[in-house]
C-alpha cells in the first residue's frame, strides 16, 4: 500500500504539469493553523462586539445599510425584507434569516434597554413568540440609532472595503453613547464567549463623565453614579457581590429575581402578582413551569395559576389556598422557578481586533478614547471644510472690491483659461477661488450680498479659531463629549427599571420553610417527629388528653418541648456529647406515627442516649448553658462554644460513670436557677455561684440529693415566673418563685410540695408564666394540653390539685411549657384527629 501512495506522489507533477509543485505538510499542522483561522474569523467578524460602538459586524451593517438606504427615523417604515435585502447583498453575505433574526431583536424593547430599530407589526413578543415574516413587517432607524452614525459622514471613522470591495463600510460607528453598556452584547465565539448586561443610559452617560472628570477613580466610585446593570425587564438583583466583581474583573455572576408583590382577597386568601420576570425568561414556559410543579403538588399551597397580560402589562397572578403563608410560597417559587435566575457577567469585547476581559473601567476607558478620537477626527473635518470655504468668500471679497476691473478682464478674455490665468495673476488668487468668482451669479454683486458675505467670513473665521483650540486642548475636548452625551441623556433617559438590593441571594432551606411552631416529641427509645401545635387541643384542668403517639411495648415519651421550626436544637447525649439539628430537620409525622429514629438524624454510638434536647435561635456569647445531672451537679460553658457544629458531635460535658444529664437550660447574667429533686425539695441560687468552664469539665455541686433520690430538673427563675410542679399520678401546682428563698449552691433545698401515696411521688418541674399552656405526657403516650392559669396557685407545702386523669398503671413522665395558649373552651375529649 504504502508503494502505492509513493508511486502516485511521484506521478503527481505530471498529471498538473511540469509548473506545478506540490507541498508537503504535517495533517496535524495544517488543522491546527486552519482552525485557528477560522476561530480568529468568528472571533472578529462574527461573534464579538467592538468595545468602541458595542456592535458586532451584522449589527453595525444593518444599521448602516438602514442609514444608507434613507430609512431614517423622519421617513415612512418601509418593508422589513428591503433593508435585509440591502444588507446583505451589500454588506453581509450570509442568510436572511440570520440577518433579519438581528434586526428583530435590535427591535425588541424587552432585549434592548435602548432600542435601536422601529419595528411595525410583529416583532415577537416576551412570551417566546416569534416575529412574523419580514414580508409582513416594516421597520426603520430609530432615533436613538442615529445617535451611533451621528457625524458619519464627517470622516471620524475609517472605512474598509465590502466583501467584493465594490462599496466601503465604516470599521466602526462613532457611536455617540458607550452601546457596549447600554445594550449589552451576548454571543458565542470559538473557546470563548461574551455576556454583558445592559444599564441604563442616564446612568452610563454619568459614568463616562465622572470618569473624565476624575480619571483616577474607582471602581466605588463609579458604583456611585452607576450602581450596576438595568435590565429592560425590570426586576430586582440580589445583592451587589456580582456586581462589584464583574465591574472589577469583567467576570462576575448576578442573581435576577422578578418582581412580585402579595395581595389579600376579599375571602382572606392571598395572591401573589408577579409584574416583572427576569431578563431573558421565556414568560410561556415560565408559565407552563408554574403548572408543571402545581400538578406535581411540588406547590401544594397555589390553588390556580393564571395569566393577566393586557396592554399595560405581563402579570402573573397565583392564588394561593387558605392558610397558605405568601413568603413562604413565593420563596418556593423563586427556589423552583426561573422566577430567580442567575446572569453570569463575561465582560468581553474587541479591542483592536482582539479580544479582551475588561473591567468598567477600562470599558469607559476604551469607549473615551474613541470619542476623543471622533471628536478630534470631526473637528479636523469641519476646520478643513471652515478653511475651505472661508478661502473661497475671500476670493469673492477681492473680486467684489475690484468688480470692475474683474468684469473687464473676464469680458476681455477669448477662454475661460485666460480669463482664469489672467484672474490668478493680477489678484494672487487659488486655482480654487478662480474657479468660484468665474462661476458666481450677477446676483452676488450687489452691495447686499457683499454684505452677507463679509458676515459669512466672519463667523468662519470664529469657527476656525474654535475648531483650532479645541483641536490644541484636549479638556475642551473632553467637554464637547460631555455635553453632548447630556444631551442625549436628555433626550433619550429614562428611568431605572431594575431595582438592586442588598439582600443575601441565596435561598436557604429556612426561606422554603414557614417558621410555625411546633410540637416535639421524643420517647426513651429514640424516636423523634414534629407535629403543628393546633394538633392537639387545649382542655380544661383534669381532662384525660388526646392520644399523642402510638408507642411500642415498654417506651414512652420522655422529651416534650414546643419550638418554631426555624429554631436550633441542641441534643445532649449520656456519652456528654452535643449534637445540632434545626427544627425542620426533624421528619413531620401525624399524632399516632411513632415518628422517624433519633440514630437516623444524628450519629449516636452504640448505648449512646439523648438525655437532654434545648432549642435557641441564635448562640449568644452573653448567654451561657447550665448543665444540671441526676445526682445534682452542675455546670455553666458559654453558649457560643456550641455554635460550630461537627457531624460526630462536640464534648458537652464531662459526666460521671454512675450519673446521667437531666437538664439543660440557657442562662444569662443575673438570673437565678431552681432545682427540684423527686424528694419534694427546691433549692434556688444565683448563676453567679457557678463560674463558667468549658467544654470538656465535670462541674461543680448544685444541690444535695438523698440516696434513692434524683433531680428532676433545673430551670430558670426569672422575676415574675411560677414554678410548676407535677406527681406521676397527675397532681401539680404552681408556686411564685419569689417564695423560694435563694441560698448557696450545694444545699438539699426547701419542702415544695406534700407528697402522699395517694398523689405519688415528685415527677417533673417547669417554670412557667401566665398566659402560657403546658403540655404533659405519660409513660403510655397519653398528652394533655391545658393553660397554666387553669393550674391552681398555692404556697410551698402544699399537695397541689388534678392537672391530668392518668390512667391506672399510668404516670406522668414529661412536661412541656408552649408559649401558646388556645381559647378553646369545648368539652374534654379523648380520640384522635
Known amino acids: 500500500m504504502s508503494e502505492e501512495i509513493n508511486n502516485e506522489v511521484q506521478e503527481a507533477p505530471e498529471a498538473f504539469g511540469s509548473q506545478s509543485t506540490i507541498l508537503s505538510t504535517e495533517l496535524g499542522q495544517e488543522m491546527q493553523t486552519s482552525f485557528l483561522e477560522y476561530s480568529m474569523s468568528v472571533i472578529v467578524s462574527r461573534a464579538l462586539p467592538d468595545v468602541r460602538d458595542g456592535l458586532k459586524p451584522v449589527h453595525r451593517r444593518i444599521l448602516y445599510a438602514m442609514y444608507e438606504s434613507g430609512n431614517t427615523p423622519n421617513k415612512p417604515h418601509v418593508k422589513s425584507a428591503r433593508p435585509v435585502g440591502d444588507c446583505m447583498g451589500k454588506y453581509h453575505p450570509h442568510g436572511d434569516a440570520a440577518i433579519y433574526d438581528t434586526m428583530v431583536r435590535l427591535a425588541q424593547d424587552f432585549s434592548m434597554r435602548v432600542p435601536l430599530v422601529d419595528g411595525h407589526g410583529n416583532f415577537g413578543s416576551i412570551d417566546g413568540d416569534s416575529a412574523a415574516a419580514m414580508r409582513y413587517t416594516e421597520a426603520r432607524l430609530d432615533k436613538p440609532a442615529m445617535e451611533l452614525l451621528r457625524d458619519l459622514d464627517k470622516e471620524t471613522v475609517d472605512f474598509q472595503p465590502n466583501y467584493d470591495e465594490s462599496l466601503e463600510e465604516p470599521q466602526v460607528l462613532p457611536a455617540r453613547f458607550p452601546n457596549l453598556l447600554v445594550n449589552g452584547s451576548n454571543g458565542i465565539a470559538v473557546g470563548m464567549a461574551t455576556n454583558i448586561p445592559p444599564h441604563n443610559l442616564g446612568e452610563t452617560i454619568d459614568a463616562c463623565c465622572y470618569m473624565m472628570d476624575n480619571p483616577d477613580c474607582t471602581t466605588e466610585d463609579l458604583l456611585k453614579v452607576m450602581p450596576g446593570p438595568d435590565f429592560p425587564t425590570g426586576g430586582t438583583i440580589m445583592g451587589r457581590r456580582g456586581i462589584v466583581d464583574a465591574y472589577e474583573t469583567g467576570r462576575g455572576s448576578l442573581t435576577v429575581r422578578a418582581t412580585a408583590r402579595i395581595e389579600e382577597r376579599k375571602n382572606g386568601t392571598y395572591s401573589i402578582v408577579i409584574s416583572e420576570i427576569p431578563y431573558q425568561v421565556n414568560r410561556r414556559r415560565l408559565l407552563e413551569k408554574l403548572g408543571e410543579l402545581v400538578r406535581d403538588k411540588k406547590l401544594p399551597e397555589v390553588s390556580n395559576v393564571h395569566d393577566a397580560a393586557d396592554r399595560q402589562g405581563i402579570d402573573i397572578i ?81 473680486a467684489l472690491d475690484n468688480i470692475d476691473e474683474v468684469i473687464h478682464i473676464i469680458r476681455s478674455s477669448q477662454t475661460d483659461k485666460e480669463a482664469a490665468d489672467r484672474l490668478t495673476e493680477r489678484f494672487a488668487l487659488s486655482k480654487k477661488q478662480t474657479d468660484a468668482i468665474l462661476e458666481m451669479r450677477l446676483r452676488r454683486l450687489t452691495g447686499l450680498e ?115 421550626n426555624h429554631e436550633f436544637m441542641l441534643f445532649f447525649t449520656s456519652f456528654g456529647k452535643a449534637y445540632r439539628l434545626k427544627v425542620y430537620d ?60 461537627r457531624r460526630e458531635g462536640l464534648i458537652a460535658i464531662n459526666l460521671r460513670e454512675d450519673d446521667e444529664l437531666v437538664s439543660v437550660r440557657i442562662v444569662k447574667p443575673g438570673q437565678r436557677a431552681i432545682m ?60 411564685a418563685v419569689e417564695e423560694y428563698p435563694t441560698h448557696h449552691r450545694g444545699g438539699q433545698g426547701v419542702n415544695t410540695l406534700t407528697m402522699t401515696e395517694k398523689k405519688g411521688r415528685l415527677a417533673a418541674m417547669r417554670v412557667v408564666q401566665e398566659g402560657q399552656g403546658v403540655m404533659v405526657s405519660t409513660k403510655e403516650g397519653v398528652i394533655v394540653r391545658t393553660p397554666v392559669d387553669g393550674i391552681s396557685r398555692l404556697g410551698r407545702p402544699a399537695q397541689g390539685v388534678k392537672v391530668m386523669d392518668v390512667a391506672q398503671g399510668d404516670c406522668v413522665v414529661a412536661l412541656a411549657v408552649s408559649a401558646e395558649s388556645a381559647d378553646d373552651d369545648s368539652p374534654d375529649e379523648e380520640g384522635e384527629l
Open 318 to 398: 397565583i392564588d394561593l389556598k387558605k392558610n397558605a403563608i405568601p413568603q413562604v410560597v413565593l420563596n418556593k417559587l423563586y427556589k423552583h422557578t426561573p422566577l430567580q435566575t442567575g446572569f453570569g457577567v463575561n465582560m468581553l469585547a474587541l479591542v483592536d481586533g482582539v479580544p479582551r476581559v475588561l473591567s468598567l473601567k477600562e470599558t469607559l476607558h476604551y469607549y473615551i478614547c474613541h470619542q476623543k478620537d471622533v471628536i478630534v477626527r470631526r473637528t479636523r473635518y469641519e476646520l478643513a471644510r471652515a478653511e475651505e470655504r472661508a478661502h473661497i468668500l475671500e476670493g469673492y471679497i477681492i
Open 450 to 564: 457683499r454684505e452677507k458675505i463679509q458676515a459669512e467670513l466672519e463667523e468662519l473665521r470664529q469657527k476656525i479659531d474654535y475648531f483650532k483650540r479645541v483641536l490644541a486642548d484636549e479638556k475642551l475636548v473632553e467637554q464637547i463629549i460631555k455635553e453632548e452625551m447630556q444631551e442625549i441623556k436628555a433626550k433619550f433617559g429614562t428611568p431605572r427599571k431594575t431595582q438592586i438590593t442588598s439582600e443575601s441571594k441565596d435561598i436557604d432551606m429556612e426561606d422554603l420553610i414557614a417558621d410555625d411552631s411546633m410540637v416535639v416529641t421524643m420517647t426513651k427509645g429514640g424516636y423523634i417527629k414534629r407535629l403543628p401545635v393546633d394538633t392537639y387541643r387545649q382542655q380544661k384542668r383534669g381532662g384525660k388528653g388526646t392520644q399523642g403517639t402510638n408507642l411500642k411495648e415498654d417506651d414512652f415519651v420522655e422529651h416534650l418541648f414546643v419550638a418554631t
Open 586 to 645: 426533624i421528619p413531620e409525622a401525624s399524632r399516632q406515627a411513632r415518628g422517624t429514629a433519633v440514630v437516623n438524624l444524628i450519629p449516636l454510638s452504640p448505648g449512646e442516649t439523648v438525655q437532654a434536647v434545648i432549642t435557641t435561635k441564635e448562640f449568644s456569647p452573653d448567654e451561657y448553658l447550665l448543665f444540671a445531672t441526676r445526682n445534682g451537679m452542675v455546670k455553666k460553658t458559654s453558649l457560643d462554644q456550641y455554635a460550630r457544629s
Open 676 to 735: 427540684v429533686s423527686s424528694a419534694g425539695k427546691a433549692i434556688c441560687w444565683e448563676e453567679s455561684e457557678v463560674r463558667a468552664m468549658g467544654r470538656d469539665t465535670t462541674g461543680v455541686r448544685g444541690m444535695a440529693v438523698p440516696e434513692g433520690e434524683r433531680v428532676l430538673g433545673l430551670e430558670i427563675a426569672s422575676e415574675g415566673s411560677e414554678l410548676l410542679v407535677l406527681t406521676e399520678f397527675g397532681y401539680g401546682k404552681r408556686t
